[in-house]
């Protein structure tokens, strides 16, 4: 039986994809390219494992699955929290329609379980730190987290009406050297621009945990092993946090460029990087590390690992 991965040139997809195929299962990709590139998939091009099918999950009518992919981890969406105060939309057609549009096509093909790549900021500004999967009330602060709590309460619902098995990840920021977004990738190529000033959005001091996307990875492997509930949801995070501040100084200190000045906006709402950024995040983490799972970097050994890889990267690219 061969396991789907939509959204899997992006990437967390990528890193998921590269596992599975190591581990010998038959992975097939579905994706739209529409921010992923088919290059972070280089290494496993033409290895007999691999397939990758280039499709829109806003596509209904054209959405056909592999029959044989009874596992399908859903990745595929918009993860930029910002885009969404500018325009909410996105979220709702590229998380919840898609979401419900694979739903559909995956219960065509009798799907057993479905992987969900949810996020940390379905619980909003949670008064309980660190926040167990059990908290409520859930008032996400942005569409970003709206949109996915949405997807989360639809895939519950088809687990129970059509008998799937549902696990959804609540991740906190996932970092490593092939992202693509977030705040060290962005610090990285606002240095390559201008060395000489950082702007850092907010008043630096939003506190929130950073995973290494190798933890991340083994998180959901862990998670897909040991599940025997028809629904499971589990956090996924460090059990530290770091400062924006503190990863401005971080990655300044990898691109050896010691000379720049920080130069923080202010941002919105009490220091806020922008509106719905949720400015204190931390997760109990104890019911995925109950299961086995061993994370192997805190949220500042993550950080400066990755500062320094995507410093390196970068340099080495160019
Ligand atoms: N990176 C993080 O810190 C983080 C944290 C929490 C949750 N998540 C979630 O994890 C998942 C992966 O995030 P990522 O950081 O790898 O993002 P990414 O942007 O790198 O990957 C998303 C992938 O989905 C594909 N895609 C988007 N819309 C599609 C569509 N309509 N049809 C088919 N493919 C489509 C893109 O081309 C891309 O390859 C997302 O669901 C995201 O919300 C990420």
């Known amino acids: 039986m061969g396991v789907l991965v939509t959204g899997g040139t992006g990437f967390i997809g990528s890193n998921l994809v590269h596992r599975l195929v190591a581990e010998n299962e038959e992975t097939h990709v579905l994706d739209n390219l529409s921010s992923g590139k088919l290059e972070s998939l280089e290494r496993v091009k033409g290895n007999p494992k691999f397939y990758f099918h280039k499709a829109d999950l806003l596509q209904r009518e054209n959405l056909s699955l592999p029959r044989d992919c009874k596992t399908i981890y859903h990745l595929a969406a918009n993860p930029e929290v910002r885009v969404g105060f500018t325009n909410p939309e ?12 694979l739903l559909e096509a995956a219960r065509k093909i009798d799907a057993e379980t479905l992987l969900f790549t949810s996020t940390s900021t379905v619980y909003g500004d949670a008064r309980a730190m660190p926040t167990p999967e059990d908290y409520s009330p859930l008032e996400p602060i942005s569409m970003y987290g709206a949109s996915k709590l949405a997807c989360e309460s639809i895939m519950i619902s088809y687990a129970h009406t059509y008998g799937m098995r549902t696990i959804i990840y609540r991740l906190a920021n996932i970092i490593g050297a092939d992202s693509t977004h977030g705040v060290i990738f962005d610090f990285v190529n606002k240095l390559l621009n201008d060395p000489s000033r950082l702007e850092v959005l907010g008043d630096g001091t939003q506190n929130k945990s950073y995973l290494h996307i190798s933890d991340c990875i083994s998180a959901m492997l862990v998670g897909q092993g040991a599940s025997r509930e028809r629904v499971s ?10 400062e924006v501040r503190d990863i401005a100084k971080a990655v300044v200190e990898a691109m050896d460029m010691q000379s720049t000045k920080l130069e ?9 990087g922008w509106k719905g950024d949720v400015k204190n995040m931390l997760l109990d983490v104890s019911k995925i590390l109950g299961l086995g799972w061993e994370p192997r970097y805190g949220s500042v050994e993550a950080v400066r690992l990755t500062a320094k890889e995507l410093a390196r990267g970068v340099a080495y690219q160019k």
Do not use: A
Request: net charge negative; hydrophobic share 30%; no cysteine.
């Open 90 to 101: 996105v979220h709702f057609s590229q998380n919840v329609v898609t979401t419900f549009n």
């Open 233 to 242: 949801v589990y956090n996924v995070g460090s059990q530290d946090q770091i």
């Open 264 to 272: 923080f906006t202010g941002g919105v709402d009490n220091g806020r």
